[in-house]
């Protein structure tokens, strides 16, 4: 009896260790690899790009399991935009977070008779594509009235900050949550520190310094003087916020969230006393991936890409 035991817990101990061996390969465990440099981050963008570009995802090497997103809905991996684009322009602003094995660029994107300001995240585990998010402003479909895909390199962007100029990570996604904590219900106060010399473009339009935007007048302000006026009372919620990638040796941090508007706000008072009507006045939000430089610790320049989406979309990935 005590043999027959013995044989019928080791065929029950090997076979639990089959088990867990055949799970383990079928369920790789998702680690960031910091080894992966920005050298090597940047390689697995490019791989990316040329398999986009050539819409052919067998030159990607992905992940055993990969979640990809475009404008906030999950597609399988091969739709959506690669099955539409036709070229990218040669404009694009990177990042890389080693740390995390983040990498983003914001590029501008053709798809046949149509340019559209893009953004894309990747995350890399082993050298492998593991998540994808994209967000195409495709002009016909943002809902958005002022999109332009004539965007110009803006050095800041590249430049590498000296170390004294530098800012910890935790000081960086600070900085860039108190942006959103400024323009939620934005009442003049400010919650985080602008340089200056603070400008921002969304969807490819410089939207802050700018004496010739026709679409609102308030965008002929810099960044902190735009929020002292309460110029954005009619953003309600900044919610779903996500800190995606910090690349702390140029001084950017990548976010990810939402703007709700509810359009119940009529025509409310600026801080200097003048009377503002907004812009939107019917229920809707805004998702978005955006960019801060933080020089010195404080925002010198934002770039934003968002489109216009249902009112209170939940997001995939917090979901």
């Keep these: 009896m005590r ?21 383990s390969a079928a ?48 597609l399988r991996v091969g739709d959506g935009l690669w099955g539409t684009i036709t070229a ?17 660029i914001f590029g501008v994107v053709q798809e046949t008779t149509e340019r559209s300001p893009y953004a894309t995240r ?10 994808v998010e994209t967000i195409v402003v495709r002009p016909s479909d943002a809902g958005i009235p002022f999109v332009t895909a004539d965007i110009k390199p803006l050095p800041v962007w590249d430049e590498v900050l000296a170390p004294a100029l530098r800012s910890p990570r935790q000081k960086m996604i600070d900085l860039a949550d108190g942006y959103f904590d400024t323009l939620q219900l934005n009442d003049g106060t400010l919650r985080t520190e602008f340089a200056d010399d603070c400008n921002r473009r969304e969807d490819g339009m410089q939207s802050t310094n700018n004496v010739h935007a026709v679409l609102d007048p308030i965008s002929k302000w810099g960044c902190a003087d735009q929020f002292r006026l309460g110029q954005y009372r009619y953003d309600d919620r900044l919610r779903d916020r996500r800190y995606l990638a910090v690349d702390e040796e140029r001084g ?16 409310f008072k600026l801080t200097d006393g003048t009377t503002k009507s907004p812009i939107f006045r019917r229920p809707h939000s805004f ?5 801060f430089k933080i020089r010195g610790g404080k925002i010198q320049q934002i770039e934003a890409v ?7 979309m939940p997001s995939p990935w917090t979901n």
């Design 306 to 312: 968002f489109i216009t989406v249902p009112y209170n």
């Design 252 to 267: 950017i941090v990548l976010a990810g969230g939402f703007i709700d508007h509810e359009g119940r706000l009529g025509d």
């Design 122 to 131: 990747l995350k890399v585990v082993d050298g492998t594509i593991a998540e």
């Design 3 to 23: 043999l027959i035991r013995t044989l019928i817990l080791g065929a029950l101990a090997a076979s639990t260790l089959a088990t867990s061996i055949t799970a």
């Design 287 to 291: 998702v978005l991936l955006e960019a």
């Design 27 to 74: 369920e790789p465990v998702m680690r960031a690899t910091p080894d992966c440099d920005r050298a090597c981050l940047y390689r697995v963008l490019d791989q990316y790009l040329a398999g986009l570009k050539a819409r052919d995802t067998r030159k990607v090497a992905w992940a055993a399991r990969v979640k990809n997103t475009e404008n906030n809905v999950e």
């Design 88 to 104: 990218l322009d040669a404009y694009e602003m990177r990042l890389a977070d080693p740390q995390t094995g983040s990498v983003a």
